[in-house]
């Protein structure tokens, strides 16, 4: 096992380095600095803020401050449009809310979906079974970005239940309609794939034994099925808390949430590439620890898989 | 007795019309499709969304790109939609025809996702067909590189490419085609893995057919199934991503639209009562997404009968 996580983490970071360096190098190739805005500056001042940034370095020189300094002291340099503000300032202005209401979503959408699924499937054929099938697709062409806007029509400007935008980290209230928006979608997928995958299971050889030795129906599924048929779950988890940070750029955008979403839209539009090569940097390390985290879970509950 | 010659004859025909003509797989796997109700009905679906977009201009009364300067400003009140005023499905804030621009927002967004498939396609059946087929260090360098490319947040590297290099269509085809072939080739290499030690390909080899022959006349044609079902599947897909990057204002730009970006617009509007602006590109973009599910749905079931 521990062989297994050493090998995993050997393609873990060259992979993590690999997108550094892309970022940074398409950074570079791209027409016009970061400087040049509808105002042209005097070249003198222009080549004083190059000299305050390091933009008059060669580039392998760049390069290598740049890796050294994200790498040693996680560390993404200062913000090329405001001046005053560090990127990790921003990162860590945006990244706790983010971190709440994905969270709170990713954990909603694989309970509620789990749970759709199995009912789904054990009572398959069932009235529950289709509200469940209904529900799932439905949800699947109500991506976060067309649930966002159908939540504040319904809850805030018809009904005036829930505040249509902002954010606090005391009050639920503003907690709702992200959480809901965002994991809405993810939640169907998970409900299929736990139906289709505890249907496979319920027909197989080892189920059929546990209740011919008269085992409670009950424990059938919770001790033998459930497993068993969690496995193409979990792999389908990693890439879903992938979405669910990508999603919040919508949700910050639309309910004014404040998160990390924002900042790098806000770069993009800008063209403030620090902040931009920041984000994406950050967002691709939790993708790899992600997909690394469902890989050790999935090779400790699945004993078929070889490591 | 007089036994009727011709009526003979042709009862013999048809015996031996049936004992000849099998069924080949595809044959059944089309009677499984035309008897499933949610494929057929999402075929016709797709079928009247393929038709509004190729021919719903000749319908409109207004061009796309024409205002109506009797609405601008007083859109809430003389914009929704009527047949009288030739705004079908009214107006947008700036008294442009809702329904022209439906139109043009449907054949962008068709055609970003048919289009984006059809790279996955091409790409990755190559792609995971060749490193299935030559095996061993290839293959591992191969697959380690999508492994690589699959971890990177595919959504921040587009939007970065958007920005850097412009935001325009082709740019946006070109990053949408860059990500999509990924899952693509894995499905295919594992099921070329499958494939190449069965009997044909061996014979094949033995007769001394050269590798990359043996992957397109012999590996490829099987994998026709698989590459089909996911094709169908990766359209909504591309559909969505692109409607994720337009609704961002990232995307198409203005005067071209599309689902996305008439979809942000009406959420951004809704406030003022003009709930039309978000309903119509809405309705087009749900029915076509759940036209392509159950398409492809219906297209697995069919090639592997297996009760799910």
Redesign the interface.
Known sequence: MFGYILRRLA??I??LL??IIF?FL??H???GGPFTGERALPPQVLANLEAKYGLDDPLLVQLWNYLKDVVLHFDFGPSFVYPDRSVNQLIADGFPVTLTYGLLSFVLAALVGIALGSVAAIRQNSWLDYLAVGIS?GA????N??M??IL??VLT?WMGWLPGGGWSFTDPSYWVMPVIALGTSYMASVARITR?SM?EVLGSNHIRTARAKGMPESRVIIRHALKPALLPVISYLGPVF?SM??GS??ID??FSTGGIGRA??DS??N?DYAV?MG??IL??AL??LF?LVVDILYAWIDPKIRY | MVIEQDKMTSLANRMAEHEVKGRSPWADARKRFVRNKAAMAGLIILILVGLFALFGDYLAAWSNEELDYNVMGQVRELGAPSIASGHYFGTDDLGRDLYARTVQGTRISLMVGIVGAAIAVIVGTLYGATAGYVGGRCDQIMM?SV??LM???Y???L???????GRSIGMLFLGIGLISWLDMSRIVRGQTLTLKNREFIEAARATGVPGWRIVLRHIVPNLLGVVAVYATLLVPLMI?TE??IS????GVQEPLTSW?AL??E??ST??YGT?WQ?AFP?FF??IT??GF?FVGDGLRDALDPKD?
């Open positions: 393609v873990a060259p992979t690999l997108l970022s398409l950074m190739a791209a027409p697709i699947q062409v109500l991506p970005f067309v966002a806007p504040v029509l400007l289709s249907l992938v940070i990508t750029v919508v955008i639309y790098f839209v993009a539009l063209r931009m984000v994406t967002i691709g993708t790899i997909n | 380690r492994d690589i971890s990177i947040p959504m921040f590297v939007i970065l490419l958007l920005v850097i290099f969505l409607s994720f609704f961002l204002g990232l996305g979809i942000s009406g959420a809704m406030n709930l978000l809405l973009f749900c997404l759940f599910f799910r």
